[in-house]
């Protein structure tokens, strides 16, 4: 251990370089060219945790086929708010990175998205029925108006014709189908992104470095000690601004951080798995994300699709996710991790979180005792024709799903994206999981609104808003023309449908 304590300034301290930190540097730079942003990361690179292709279902998530958002409730009808809202936001996220495309801020868009269409697949008579009056009701809105229904076995044959293969044909089935649908390397576009940072005045990034203490002073600034993890040399860091995005190790950070904001606040670690196509011939037959209903009790992250993907530049075929537990929060983390998450402050709400789902517990203890026949029978719900030697086992990431303190509930489970704001807008923390990266720019203009609040109305940052995002401030399900110009703008630009 160093004897030697480096000391340092910079307005703003990014934890996590991953797409969350990425994106809100990269905002906050050009809406001020010159503060000042220190990153650091534990591992050795970026986006090697969340945001990573192997650890993400790599969807550009905008409700098209995500049948979780769009609960139905106990009289039948579909709630579609969410599916609107997550729609809206990946609208946001392509505007955005067109932005940083045209501006040549970042490399060639084919590195990152491509196109490729999104599908719902359901049979039984209960969800044929489901389906339907989803489609009914998603159509109706402008952002969904292209979506295509059909329970034609010919029809949906012709979308996904891997599904279909063996399959009978007076099955009850039914499927949706989005073309503008697209495949998103998050981490590819997060090592994008940083690339573009490093380069810049006053941005320095620290790969290898974890932060052990985080404290706020008397002065207002925030001071946190840091260890680079190589040569165990000491730093501290005197910030205006702290913004927690590391994934599923905010939590512990939070908990360091110890403001009344992060009080009752808990996280379930989920685990993932995926079985990966290893026969190039299977893999060419299927060209869609392919989205099921999920289990009951299951998380968002566990909901099944077959699912065709680019890797590093190859195409690859994807079951799952088959969720498990573990007590790490990251994929790299440690098993101390949930015991050591346990303040008096959130044992409560998380013991009653916990009894009020016991259908996740149940669902994880399933998941967990899998055998390789178990889940290669899961694989041929969807693809009957599976083969169990052209699939192999592979590790997924790590997610671990919020619980909160509720007034009238004790605890509550939440399955989406949670920002905690300090009173004073200083720090701000992100927890959760899914639909997170897919609507990583929308939540950082939220959390920039709440945090520079002296100066987001001014005109040269509204303005800068506005030529980043062309929609900004204005509601595209609400404005069909306005969608469509976006639309028809972003596609050329991402060189996408």
């Not at 909901?303 to 890797?311: A, G, K, L, W």
């Not at 990266?437 to 520079?452: D, H, N, R």
């Amino acid at each position: 251990m160093s004897d030697t304590t480096i000391r340092s300034n910079s307005d703003v301290v990014l934890i996590g370089a991953g797409i969350m930190s990425a994106t809100l540097g990269v905002i906050l730079k050009e809406l001020q060219p010159d503060i000042t942003i220190q990153i650091f990361e534990r591992l050795d690179n970026a986006a090697a945790e969340s945001s990573d292709a192997w650890n993400n279902a790599g969807t550009g998530h905008s409700a098209f086929c995500e049948l979780n958002y769009t609960p139905q409730k106990e009289d039948g009808s579909i709630d579609p708010k969410k599916a609107i809202s997550i729609a809206e936001s990946f609208e946001v996220s392509r505007q955005f990175w067109a932005y940083l495309v045209e501006q040549n801020k970042v490399a060639s868009p084919e590195q990152f998205i491509k196109s490729i269409p999104h599908m719902s697949f359901v049979w039984g008579d209960k969800n044929v029925d489901f389906l339907k009056k989803r489609f009914e009701v998603l159509q109706a809105n402008p952002l969904f108006q292209e979506m295509a229904f059909s329970t034609d076995y010919n029809q949906i044959k012709d979308w996904m014709p891997l599904v279909m293969e063996d399959r009978k044909v007076d099955d009850k089935i039914a499927a949706t189908t989005m073309e503008i649908g697209t495949d998103v390397n998050f981490g590819e576009l997060t090592r994008n992104m940083f690339a573009y940072l490093s380069g810049l005045e006053g941005v320095s990034i620290h790969f290898g470095h974890e932060v052990r203490k985080i404290k706020k002073r008397e002065s207002g600034k925030w001071r946190l000690k840091i260890t680079d993890l190589a040569t165990g040399e000491r730093k501290r860091v005197y910030t205006n601004f702290v913004f927690i995005g590391a994934g599923g190790g905010s939590l512990p950070l939070l908990n360091k951080a110890n403001v009344p904001e992060g009080d009752g606040y808990g996280g379930f670690p989920v685990s993932g798995q995926w079985l990966k196509c290893t026969n190039p011939e299977v893999i060419a037959k299927h060209e869609a994300k392919v989205y099921g209903k999920a289990s009951v009790g299951a998380p968002p992250m566990s909901v099944p699709h077959i699912d065709s993907r680019m890797i590093n530049g190859k195409k690859e075929l994807l079951f799952g996710p088959f969720a498990g537990f573990s007590t790490r929060f990251l994929k790299n983390g440690k098993y101390s991790d949930l015991p050591l998450s346990l303040k008096p402050s959130n044992v409560m709400p998380m013991l009653i979180a916990g009894y009020k789902n016991i259908p996740l517990t149940k669902y994880l203890i399933e998941q967990v005792r899998q055998s390789p026949q178990d889940r290669i029978k899961a694989l041929r719900e969807y693809v009957p024709s599976a083969r169990s030697k052209d699939w192999k086992l592979e590790r997924a990431g790590q997610r671990v799903q919020v619980i909160k303190k509720h007034e009238k509930e004790g605890g509550v489970l939440e399955f989406g994206t949670e920002m905690i704001t300090t009173a004073d807008g200083s720090l701000s923390v992100l927890l959760g999981a899914s639909p997170g990266a897919s609507t990583a720019v929308s939540i950082m203009v939220e959390l920039v609104a709440k945090c520079f609040k002296d100066k987001i109305d001014t005109p040269e940052w509204q303005e800068k808003l506005k030529l980043m995002i062309p929609s900004y401030g204005q509601k595209l399900n609400e404005n069909p023309e306005l969608l469509k110009e976006v639309r028809s703008n972003t596609a050329k630009v991402l060189k996408i449908k």
